[in-house]
């Protein structure tokens, strides 16, 4: 190893000189086998840009690793010869070794040599032919370890492969998948092979690309099979996912009411998409992009990764320079009348998302929910409130392949549903039914807060009572300097305030001004009455949901605090500083919490005895 070779070796025949494309899917290590006593030179810039690849996580490099292995293999049994020859490349040069900069490198110490260059690169063997080096050229190797197309039937929708376990195909069509779970172990080394052959192909093959490929996780488009390998340490062992396509669908298979056509066809500009993972989401919005194509309608797409299979005609778009805010400027400048965005993670994809609608473009977005309304809600702290009617005019819930429901959105000023008085008339977005033309949810603020509340669907209180209150309470508590307010909202016009006796002068104020003005603030009226301080108050919780998270604004720091549903003790806790419980809903109390509350049933706590002395 060095700057210089080792020229006493024996030599059967003729130096060889590998690069990159040749080590990676173990085409040079069969190509050597037959000719033995030959002497390999692994060039330091080779070996250099490998290692780049392997410690970037590419798939690329750990399947190159194993090649270069077995040929160190082949020569302890004394096959063959190898030298390590000349100097590290420096940094910049392994960053550009897309542009050709370690081929070059590889090319000189061949013809330095007059060794044979061994490549299956057709722009690197042009380049030797023109330089006068000799070169091999090996074209792609038979394989004999199976294909990851190998494991699909004619209706798997996905193949999940994990290193020393049993291949699971998913069967089926959307709403009836079956998990079959195959009779055979899939090792380590197979899966490498699958690997690398994936990789490879995806470089080489038309149709295929290599989408994404990060330390540890590599994406892959081949042809219609969309791929994702991971390795550890982002995974704890090698595994390979393959999702395909199994149906392909025209808008007319959706039976879709005359109604709903006319509205996608002339007046729908803003449509989310929305359903749970494999609901057939993509199969839908393929056929509706391709029907929007058919009505001479310039269609083009935003995909990470892009594996949507719509026709020609349709341009797919990925994240330019890993940013899709990019790819919607370019967007803009092309003048398209639809575009479909496939599928929104993240604030700042909602964000593109909107910005493209509120340019006039007409967009189709979709989303993981598991309910229409969900949908909607995911924009909600992520564009301005007034906004998402705008940006979103048609929402298509699809379940099991199907479109079980389509919901409209409308921006009006209104009294909201479950308020009576008219001086509490807002801004208001209502939810409908498109079908049956009824409102569904309204969506307003409440104070600082956004609240979504169902509507002809509330059972026992409303559900604006507890948040009502709440605030009530904030108010109330600040006014007086104290914690001890307890509220109850009793109608959609009345409240009842128990403080501390000594309170009530100041609270009601010279000839009932104070009491006034706040009934004038809240829009109810307010009676109040004494709090008995001996014994414990139960008082409406508000409690927020986020980030699968239930927030139970206590008000008091620091407190032991009882929790109740329907009046009875379900678990006791203790307020954070800022007065806040918090629970997780993957938890087993913050799960049953959940449940509850999804449930309607009435959410209660009480500060624990030990803080009244």
Same mark, same amino acid.
């Given at each position: 190893?060095?700057?210089?070779?080792?020229?006493?070796?024996?030599?059967?025949?003729?130096?060889?000189?590998?690069?990159?494309?040749?080590?990676?899917?173990?085409?040079?290590?069969?190509?050597?086998?037959?000719?033995?006593?030959?002497?390999?030179?692994?060039?330091?810039?080779?070996?250099?840009?490998?290692?780049? %690849?392997?410690?970037?996580?590419?798939?690329?490099?750990?399947?190159?690793?194993?090649?270069?292995?077995?040929?160190?293999?082949?020569?302890?049994?004394?096959?063959?010869?190898?030298?390590?020859?000349?100097?590290?490349?420096?940094?910049? %040069?392994?960053?550009?070794?897309?542009?050709?900069?370690?081929?070059?490198?590889?090319?000189?110490?061949?013809?330095?040599?007059?060794?044979?260059?061994?490549?299956?690169?057709?722009?690197?063997?042009?380049?030797?032919?023109?330089?006068?080096?000799?070169?091999?050229?090996?074209?792609?190797?038979?394989?004999?370890?199976?294909?990851?197309?190998?494991?699909?039937?004619?209706?798997?929708?996905?193949?999940?492969?994990?290193?020393?376990?049993?291949?699971?195909?998913?069967?089926?069509?959307?709403?009836?998948?079956?998990?079959?779970?195959?009779?055979?172990?899939?090792?380590?080394?197979?899966?490498?092979?699958?690997?690398?052959?994936?990789?490879?192909?995806?470089?080489?093959?038309?149709?295929?690309?290599?989408?994404?490929?990060?330390?540890?996780?590599?994406?892959?488009?081949?042809?219609?099979?969309?791929?994702?390998?991971?390795?550890?340490?982002?995974?704890?062992?090698?595994?390979?996912?393959?999702?395909?396509?199994?149906?392909?669908?025209?808008?007319?298979?959706?039976?879709?009411?005359?109604?709903?056509?006319?509205?996608?066809?002339?007046?729908?500009?803003?449509?989310?998409?929305?359903?749970?993972?494999?609901?057939?989401?993509?199969?839908?919005?393929?056929?509706?992009?391709?029907?929007?194509?058919?009505?001479?309608?310039?269609?083009?797409?935003?995909?990470?990764?892009?594996?949507?299979?719509?026709?020609?005609?349709?341009?797919?778009?990925?994240?330019?320079?890993?940013?899709?805010?990019?790819?919607?400027?370019?967007?803009?400048?092309?003048?398209?009348?639809?575009?479909?965005?496939?599928?929104?993670?993240?604030?700042?994809?909602?964000?593109?998302?909107?910005?493209?609608?509120?340019?006039?473009?007409?967009?189709?977005?979709?989303?993981?929910?598991?309910?229409?309304?969900?949908?909607?809600?995911?924009?909600?702290?992520?564009?301005?409130?007034?906004?998402?009617?705008?940006?979103?005019?048609?929402?298509?819930?699809?379940?099991?392949?199907?479109?079980?429901?389509?919901?409209?959105?409308?921006?009006?000023?209104?009294?909201?549903?479950?308020?009576?008085?008219?001086?509490?008339?807002?801004?208001?977005?209502?939810?409908?039914?498109?079908?049956?033309?009824?409102?569904?949810?309204?969506?307003?603020?409440?104070?600082?807060?956004?609240?979504?509340?169902?509507?002809?669907?509330? %059972?026992?209180?409303?559900?604006?009572?507890?948040?009502?209150?709440?605030?009530?309470?904030?108010?109330?508590?600040?006014?007086?300097?104290?914690?001890?307010?307890?509220?109850?909202?009793?109608?959609?016009?009345?409240?009842?305030?128990?403080?501390?006796?000594?309170?009530?002068?100041?609270?009601?104020?010279?000839?009932?001004?104070?009491?006034?003005?706040?009934?004038?603030?809240?829009?109810?009226?307010?009676?109040?009455?004494?709090?008995?301080?001996?014994?414990?108050?139960?008082?409406?919780?508000?409690?927020?949901?986020?980030?699968?998270?239930?927030?139970?604004?206590?008000?008091?720091?620091?407190?032991?605090?009882?929790?109740?549903?329907?009046?009875?003790?379900?678990?006791?806790?203790?307020?954070?500083?800022?007065?806040?419980?918090?629970?997780?809903?993957?938890?087993?109390?913050?799960?049953?919490?959940?449940?509850?509350?999804?449930?309607?049933?009435?959410?209660?706590?009480?500060?624990?005895?030990?803080?009244?002395?």
């Amino acid at each position: 190893m060095g700057n210089y070779l080792n020229n006493n070796i024996p030599l059967k025949y003729v130096d060889y000189v590998p690069d990159t494309s040749v080590i990676i899917d173990g085409r040079f290590t069969s190509f050597i086998k037959d000719h033995e006593g030959s002497r390999v030179i692994l060039p330091e810039a080779m070996l250099a840009e490998v290692e780049h %690849q392997a410690n970037e996580g590419r798939s690329i490099g750990f399947a190159a690793l194993e090649e270069l292995k077995r040929l160190r293999e082949l020569e302890n049994a004394g096959k063959i010869y190898i030298e390590i020859y000349g100097k590290r490349p420096q940094d910049w %040069q392994i960053r550009r070794a897309h542009s050709g900069e370690i081929d070059n490198i590889i090319r000189d110490v061949a013809l330095e040599y007059n060794a044979t260059l061994v490549t299956g690169d057709n722009i690197q063997r042009d380049i030797a032919i023109i330089k006068g080096i000799n070169v091999e050229y090996l074209k792609s190797l038979e394989k004999e370890f199976k294909t990851i197309e190998e494991f699909f039937e004619e209706n798997t929708t996905s193949v999940h492969l994990k290193a020393n376990m049993k291949p699971l195909l998913k069967n089926g069509y959307p709403g009836s998948i079956v998990l079959e779970e195959l009779s055979y172990i899939v090792t380590k080394e197979e899966l490498e092979s699958i690997a690398s052959d994936i990789v490879k192909r995806g470089k080489f093959e038309d149709e295929s690309f290599i989408e994404m490929d990060m330390f540890g996780a590599t994406v892959i488009q081949l042809k219609n099979i969309r791929i994702v390998i991971t390795r550890p340490p982002f995974s704890d062992s090698l595994e390979i996912t393959a999702v395909r396509p199994v149906k392909k669908t025209t808008i007319s298979d959706y039976n879709i009411d005359k109604k709903l056509y006319e509205r996608l066809e002339n007046r729908a500009n803003g449509i989310l998409v929305a359903g749970s993972p494999g609901a057939g989401k993509s199969t839908f919005v393929t056929a509706l992009a391709e029907f929007y194509a058919s009505k001479k309608k310039i269609v083009k797409t935003m995909e990470k990764p892009r594996d949507l299979q719509v026709c020609d005609k349709i341009t797919q778009y990925t994240s330019l320079e890993g940013d899709m805010e990019k790819t919607g400027d370019i967007l803009l400048l092309v003048r398209e009348d639809y575009t479909v965005f496939d599928e929104m993670r993240v604030t700042s994809d909602f964000k593109v998302f909107a910005d493209l609608r509120l340019a006039g473009v007409g967009m189709i977005g979709v989303v993981h929910a598991t309910k229409a309304t969900d949908a909607i809600q995911r924009f909600i702290g992520r564009i301005e409130l007034g906004l998402i009617p705008q940006v979103i005019d048609t929402i298509l819930f699809i379940e099991s392949g199907k479109i079980s429901q389509v919901l409209t959105t409308e921006y009006v000023v209104k009294v909201p549903y479950g308020l009576n008085q008219e001086d509490l008339a807002r801004p208001v977005i209502v939810i409908k039914d498109f079908m049956k033309n009824k409102p569904v949810s309204e969506i307003y603020t409440f104070g600082d807060q956004v609240v979504v509340v169902p509507v002809g669907e509330v %059972q026992g209180k409303n559900p604006l009572y507890s948040l009502a209150a709440g605030k009530i309470k904030d108010e109330i508590s600040k006014f007086l300097n104290t914690e001890k307010v307890s509220v109850d909202l009793i109608s959609d016009n009345r409240a009842i305030i128990k403080i501390p006796d000594t309170l009530i002068p100041k609270l009601i104020g010279k000839k009932g001004e104070t009491i006034s003005n706040f009934e004038n603030i809240f829009g109810v009226k307010l009676d109040v009455d004494t709090l008995d301080e001996d014994v414990n108050v139960l008082q409406d919780a508000v409690f927020e949901i986020k980030n699968k998270t239930i927030f139970i604004d206590i008000g008091s720091r620091n407190k032991p605090v009882k929790i109740y549903v329907d009046g009875i003790l379900i678990m006791q806790a203790r307020s954070s500083s800022k007065g806040m419980i918090k629970l997780r809903i993957n938890s087993d109390t913050g799960s049953s919490l959940y449940k509850y509350i999804k449930q309607g049933k009435k959410i209660q706590y009480m500060i624990s005895d030990d803080e009244k002395k």
